[in-house]
């Protein structure tokens, strides 16, 4: 008797987590589950149960596929998609981006766009596409033989899906995932956000192997002896359970796989040559292929082969598409094979192949057909084939897939009796595939080395100094990446050399190395460079170098001080965008923003982080190039004392392990701000471990907040520890924009070394700090001369000396509206001008401080964390009632009849500022009106009694 598959058999737990996530889905809080367990267990059985009973009427599956010879790049996305977009077609501004995974869709966008734009659009779609469903299940099963290029795609879904309907399910075959498979180094990313949740399935225990076998025999539950054998034999699989119900033998199988083959083995022969012809092809196989391999069966014969296979459940049917009961069913079957027979089943694949699959995707097809020819060693057609599937990973930005096809295709060109000749027809030439290997890798995150070795190969091999010259241009691209920028100049230099001036190529390396001078720190070279590349490329017509010049010189000119580098940057922006560079725009429109912060031109930065932000929405990349500067407009926000908006910005940001980094140190520097040391250590300690082992530029910014946290606490220790560090790598390396806030922090625990009687660490950390001093054209800016007042005020031991950079410092930022960043240089200068003996500025700068806490948006207790505990120093009497003396001041005017208008005039701030005061002093008196106020006062003794 066929077992029947209706039957759900225990996972209640399991299936109800499942079910309370949907509904968390279908509330419109996107969720993620992740289902674990060894071959056999039930994934695929509960999740089919799952989606029976879903909350969210729209559902999408797609699994990874297995050929043995290579994976293809998206394939469960394609396929879900696929299924999706029959329901739902996507908007115009969508289709261009997602037919590089279908190209049914059209013409794919624009060369210049990269896969952030098709990773946005994948996850645009599938939100609008839940929305106007009332909610999406998506399935993507077996992740365990995913592509990297899928595992990126997942990754990018996981963390950036928003407030949408969406429940992402995946199931992993464990037993699969041995030490080094790349699944292994994912799980922990995938399972840190936290809407993800995980689902680790376990055998049956003794009463779900009973319920199963009675389900499979129609109620006869097993005796107590032969529920015993049973739990035993299978180990609680349910996979073998059912094999081991479903076999009428009694004798023991040798092996598990002979256990699965029993289904098989029932079977007529015809029936098992056709099986053995399936399995060659992995876990599934595209009726229409099957049938051509199988082409020495009629139709009707092969419906009955396959339609037994279905009834005695090795088989199922999933589309077009007939699926193995098991992948362990599957590569039993293929195992079983003999090689003669092997051999001869895969030239029937390679045959149908080439002759060309209806109804099969051609990545697929040619993926498939090289995996088959490979098989059988026709190098030549394997070669072909796989030259095409990497044209096709290209086009869908799938580099990982690009790169590991043109790896493959330099092995077999040392198959190739004559590679040369079997090449030529393809347009193919050793030197094009390391040039493909390197460009492939140094788009690839993390492949910089990679690339290296192709690119010195390609360089050492061409006798062509054009071919050369393209070799080390891509060579220059993976040592920037790996940070030895100083070797990428040399490498430009020498591919400027090789290439005749007026070579049109010749401009854009030109460009490159005019780009890589100025960021290691040779600026006068930069801009001689770029403006040697902006005559050229105008005389040449040459737009695209035009722009890239254009925002180079702009941003080498006096960074942030030049009133011409504005224009420039500007006009490269609108040159960039015209030409659909986006890259180069948005280079342009950071470095704008840099501009405004380098001329302490804060609500100007602000401004541009904005419509940086506004311009990527537009772009479609908002979710990928966003986060970054979303943590920077809120350090803009931070400084200019709009916390609580700050916060609001870094709660919406979300991103790969460096954004978080950067998300976390800047919330560290929130707290820091706020007084709440333990806050700030918790973010800080998060964006240690987001950034570690990553990005050497992103940790010496959080170094530097680590020396404030550290220091703050009382650490001294930690500090030194983490400050030396920082010393270090600064003297490793050219000063750079972090630069501009190290010496803060080191000079902050300086002080703090001699205030504990630490004096000989405290002086040796001070010559260091020198290191970071060095001239630099940042410390040229506006911006730098304000941090470097700030450090020279803590590293000054002398009083009165330090009182006068902190005086320099204000002065810097007064009129500014930054209130947070004077807030803290007021209260850091009250405290030395009490230290000096300067009492009467000692008060004054009091309050301007009790002033500017009234300015700041925060929750945060400030007042009582740094007014209240500096009123004694700074020598001033306690007003009643918690009043300011500027408090005072605003209530005895508005006591008297004047308005805000009036008020502002006669104490020379503005009618808003009088304002907030009029909101504090009321709220502080407990009264509702200016009338109660004034009577109030009166009481307090603040106003004289009338008469």
């Known amino acids: 008797m066929a077992p029947t598959p209706t039957a759900f058999i225990g996972r209640g737990p399991d299936l109800a987590h499942l079910l309370a996530e949907g509904d968390l889905a ?21 999740l089919e149960e799952y989606l029976r009973r879903t909350p969210l009427p729209r559902a999408a599956v797609g699994a990874c596929l297995e050929t043995s010879g ?93 407030p949408a309907p969406v429940h992402l399910l995946a199931t992993v075959r464990t037993d699969d995932l041995h030490r080094a498979h790349p699944l292994r180094r994912l799980l922990p990313d995938l399972e840190r956000p936290a809407r993800v949740t995980r689902l680790d399935l376990g055998p049956f225990g003794r009463e779900e192997v009973a319920a199963q076998a009675a389900a499979l025999r129609g109620g006869a539950r097993p005796e107590p002896r032969a529920l015993d054998l049973l739990c035993e034999r299978s180990g609680g699989n349910p996979l073998f359970v059912e094999a081991l119900v479903s076999s009428p033998d009694d004798g023991l199988p040798d092996t598990s796989r002979d256990l699965l083959l029993r289904a098989v083995d029932r079977l007529p022969d015809t029936d098992r040559a056709v099986l053995g012809l399936a399995a060659l092809s992995g876990v599934r196989v595209h009726h229409a292929l099957l049938a051509a391999v199988a082409g020495d069966l009629s139709e009707d014969e092969l419906d009955g082969v396959l339609r037994r296979a279905v009834d005695a459940r090795v088989l199922s049917v999933v589309g077009e598409d007939y699926r193995f009961r098991h992948a362990l069913l599957a590569e039993a079957v293929r195992e079983d094979l003999l090689p003669g027979r092997r051999v001869r089943g895969h030239r029937r694949y390679v045959t149908a192949l080439e002759a060309g699959v209806p109804g099969l995707a051609e990545p697929e097809r040619v993926l498939r057909l090289a995996h088959h020819a490979d098989a059988v060693h026709d190098h030549p057609r394997a070669f072909a084939a796989l030259w095409a599937a990497a044209g096709h990973a290209a086009d869908a930005f799938a580099h990982p897939e690009h790169l590991a096809a043109v790896e493959r295709l330099l092995e077999l060109w040392e198959l190739l009796p004559d590679p040369e000749a079997a090449a030529a027809p393809l347009g193919v030439t050793r030197a094009r595939l390391l040039l493909d290997a390197a460009r492939a890798a140094v788009q690839i995150g993390g492949s910089s080395h990679e690339a290296l070795r192709y690119t010195a190969e ?15 241009l891509l060579r220059s691209q993976a040592l920037k990446a790996l940070h030895r920028r100083n070797e990428g100049l040399e490498v430009l230099d020498e591919a400027s050399v090789l290439l005749p001036r007026g070579h049109p190529d010749h401009i854009a390396v030109s460009g490159a190395r005019a780009a890589l001078l100025y960021l290691v720190g040779r600026d006068a070279e930069a801009r001689r460079a770029a403006r040697d590349v902006l005559d050229r490329a105008r005389a040449a017509g040459d737009r695209r170098s035009e722009a890239e010049a254009l925002i180079t010189l702009g941003s080498t000119l006096e960074v942030g001080r030049a009133d011409g580098s504005l224009p420039l940057l500007t006009g490269g922006m609108g040159l960039a965008r015209e030409l659909g560079m986006v890259d180069a725009e948005l280079r ?105 082992d990553t990005d050497a530029h992103l940790f010496a910014a959080v170094d530097q907040v680590g020396v404030r946290v550290l220091t703050a606490e009382g650490d001294l220790e930690g500090a030194l520890e983490t400050a030396y560090r920082m010393v270090e790598r600064e003297e490793g390396g050219r000063p750079t924009q972090s630069s501009l806030n190290g010496p803060g922090p080191l000079a902050g625990l300086v002080r703090a070394l001699r205030r504990a009687g630490r004096a000989g660490e405290a002086e040796e950390l001070a010559g260091r700090v020198g290191v970071y001093l060095r001239p630099s054209q940042w410390w040229s800016t506006p911006y730098g001369e304000l941090r470097r007042a700030q450090a020279l005020a803590r590293l000054t031991a002398d009083p009165a000396g330090s009182l006068g950079h902190w005086e320099r410092a204000l002065e810097m930022v007064r009129g500014r509206g930054l209130h947070a960043e004077e807030f803290l240089l007021l209260e850091e200068a009250c405290r030395a001008a009490a230290e000096a003996g300067e009492g009467a500025r000692a008060r004054e700068l009091f309050g301007r401080l009790e002033e500017a806490v009234g300015l700041l948006d925060t929750d945060a207790p400030l007042r009582e964390r740094y007014v209240e505990p500096l009123r004694a120093v700074a020598g001033e009497p306690r007003l009643p009632a918690g009043l300011t003396p500027r408090e005072a001041e605003v209530l005895v005017r508005a006591a008297a009849g004047l308005s805000n208008t009036e008020i502002g005039e006669k104490l020379f701030i503005s009618a808003k500022t009088v304002s907030v005061h009029m909101s504090n002093l009321m709220g502080k008196l407990g009264v509702t009106n200016r009338h109660a106020a004034g009577a109030r006062a009166r009481e307090l003794g603040l106003i004289p009694p009338a008469g």
Not at 37 to 45: I, L, M, N, Q
């Open 26 to 46: 279908a509330r419109g809080d996107a969720r993620a589950t992740l289902v674990l367990g060894d071959a056999g267990v039930g994934k695929t059985r509960l």
């Open 458 to 472: 390609g360089a050492e091999q061409s006798a062509d100094p054009v071919s050369r010259a393209g070799f080390l």
């Open 70 to 162: 290579g994976t293809v790049a998206f394939a469960p996305f394609t396929a879900a998609l696929r299924h999706l977009v029959r329901e739902v077609p996507p908007s115009p501004a969508r289709a261009g981006a997602l037919a590089r995974l279908l190209p049914e869709l059209g013409t794919a966008a624009a060369p210049d766009e990269d896969r952030t734009r098709l990773f946005e659009a994948v996850l645009s779609y599938l939100e609008d596409t839940a929305a106007d469903g009332g909610g999406l299940a998506l399935v993507v099963e077996d992740l365990h033989w995913a592509d990297a290029s899928t595992r990126d795609l997942l990754l990018f879904l996981v963390r950036n899906l928003g």
């Open 588 to 692: 342009a429109r950071n470095n704008i923003a840099v501009h405004h912060l380098y001329r302490l031109e804060w609500h100007e930065c602000l401004r541009a982080e904005r419509e940086f932000l506004d311009r990527c929405a537009e772009l479609g990349v908002l979710r990928t190039r966003g986060p970054v500067p979303e943590t920077e407009k809120a350090g803009a926000l931070l400084d200019l004392g709009r916390m609580r908006e700050a916060e609001e910005v870094l709660a919406g940001s979300s991103g790969g392990r460096l954004d978080e980094g950067t998300r976390r140190f800047v919330l560290a520097e929130i707290r820091l701000a706020q007084r709440d040391t333990a806050g700030a250590r918790e973010h800080w300690e998060q964006a240690v471990e987001a950034v570690r």
